[in-house]
Nanobody
Framework: VQLQASGGGLVQPGGSLRLSCAAS????????VGWYRQVPGKEHELLAV???????NYAASVKGRFTISRDSTKTTVWLQMSGLKSEDTAVYYC?????????????????WGQGTQVTVSP
């Protein structure tokens, strides 16, 4: 599974931005897709996850401001961000958690997209 993240940019505080994560490869192996962000010197922060069944969960820091969704083919996952704050400035990544089978043996793996920079500034 390969992921391509896009949609980052510069936005003013209070503004909105929509990030996209396009998946290719063995889509059927994807269990869930999450959006993360990272600022220099810190670990990746999990923001939102959409599961295979379409259910979504959010970190407290973004709940009510960010919305994760996907298209009907499950090849694109979006992160709609609104009410952006300066502390949302970071590099944003999408990650797919996958499971595949090799001669009946489950193989669990993750695939990351490249980051997309989001900068919130006046």
């Amino acid at each position: 599974v390969q992921l391509q993240a896009s949609g980052g940019g510069l936005v003013q505080p209070g503004g909105s931005l929509r990030l996209s994560c396009a998946a290719s490869g063995k889509i059927s192996s994807i269990n869930g897709v999450g959006w993360y962000r990272q600022v220099p010197g810190k670990e990746h922060e999990l923001l939102a996850v959409i599961s295979r069944d379409g259910s979504a969960n959010y970190a407290a820091s973004v709940k009510g401001r960010f919305t994760i969704s996907r298209d009907s083919t499950k090849t694109t996952v979006w992160l709609q961000m609104s009410g952006l704050k300066s502390e949302d400035t970071a590099v944003y990544y999408c990650r797919a958690d996958c499971i595949d089978y090799n001669d009946g043996t489950p193989v669990v793996f993750a695939s990351w997209g490249q980051g997309t920079q989001v900068t919130v500034s006046p």
